[in-house]
T-cell receptor, first 115, second 113 residues
Framework: AQSVTQLDSHVSVSEGTPVLLRCNYS??????LFWYVQHPNKGLQLLLK??????LVKGINGFEAEFKKSETSFHLTKPSAHMSDAAEYFC?????????????FGAGTRLAVHP | KAGVTQTPRYLIKTRGQQVTLSCSPI?????VSWYQQTPGQGLQFLFE???????NKGNFPGRFSGRQFSNSRSEMNVSTLELGDSALYLC????????????FGEGSRLTVL
């Protein structure tokens, strides 16, 4: 069975400092992994995706994530936080057998950015 | 290119009523899926439609149903509403093939009183 665990429900950083949002996954197959962001009262937007190509994945708005199979992790990072990064972030796994649409979402990490 | 459009954006119903939510996918996208988002349960997969056929279904009771039309537009229906059905219902579409990126609408926020 597949599952996703986001290790922090809330993360607070100062503007200009690095961001680290942690995600561990469990999958019986080689998974596809995604990070989505949701701003208040908005839908979800894809930040980046891993699909068994390069293990370091670059996304939009300066975010990147590294797939580490040995650690079953897919942590999201950004070198310098911006006020506009304040949002909720979801780590997502796509089960091989269930199809791409039957995504399994982590519980989410709410990122706060302080001036 | 227009994004995924969901209507209505907000609605209030009372227990026992039924509701229909609509989703227009991105032009050319034939796969539409629905998710329920609540503070307690997070984001949960409801169902997926492709070419007017339900292809996958999540673990929701039969009160939750959906359909897809020949133009790929989709509707979901919830009958006999319960307080616990209050949620943000998100629709997403994608093309076949590729790496599975879903494009989400802004959701329909349902409040059941």
């Amino acid at each position: 069975a597949q599952s996703v665990t986001q290790l922090d429900s809330h993360v607070s950083v100062s503007e200009g400092t690095p961001v680290l949002l942690r995600c561990n996954y469990s999958s019986s197959y080689s998974p596809s992994l995604f990070w989505y962001v949701q701003h208040p009262n908005k839908g979800l937007q894809l930040l980046l995706k891993y699909t068994s190509a390069a293990t370091l994945v670059k996304g939009i708005n300066g975010f990147e994530a590294e797939f580490k199979k040995s650690e079953t992790s897919f942590h999201l990072t950004k070198p310098s936080a911006h006020m506009s990064d304040a949002a909720e972030y979801f780590c997502v796994v796509s089960p091989f057998s269930g199809g791409y649409n039957k995504l399994i979402f982590g519980a989410g990490t709410r990122l706060a950015v302080h001036p | 290119k227009a994004g995924v459009t969901q209507t209505p954006r907000y609605l209030i119903k009372t227990r026992g009523q039924q509701v229909t939510l609509s989703c227009s996918p991105i032009s050319g996208h034939r796969s539409v899926s629905w998710y329920q988002q609540t503070p307690g349960q997070g984001l949960q997969f409801l169902f997926e439609y492709f070419s007017e056929t339900q292809r996958n279904k999540g673990n929701f009771p039969g009160r939750f149903s959906g359909r897809q039309f020949s133009n790929s537009r989709s509707e979901m229906n919830v009958s006999t509403l319960e307080l616990g059905d209050s949620a943000l219902y998100l629709c997403a579409s994608r093309t076949e093939g590729g790496t599975g990126e879903l494009f989400f609408g802004e959701g329909s926020r349902l409040t059941v009183l």
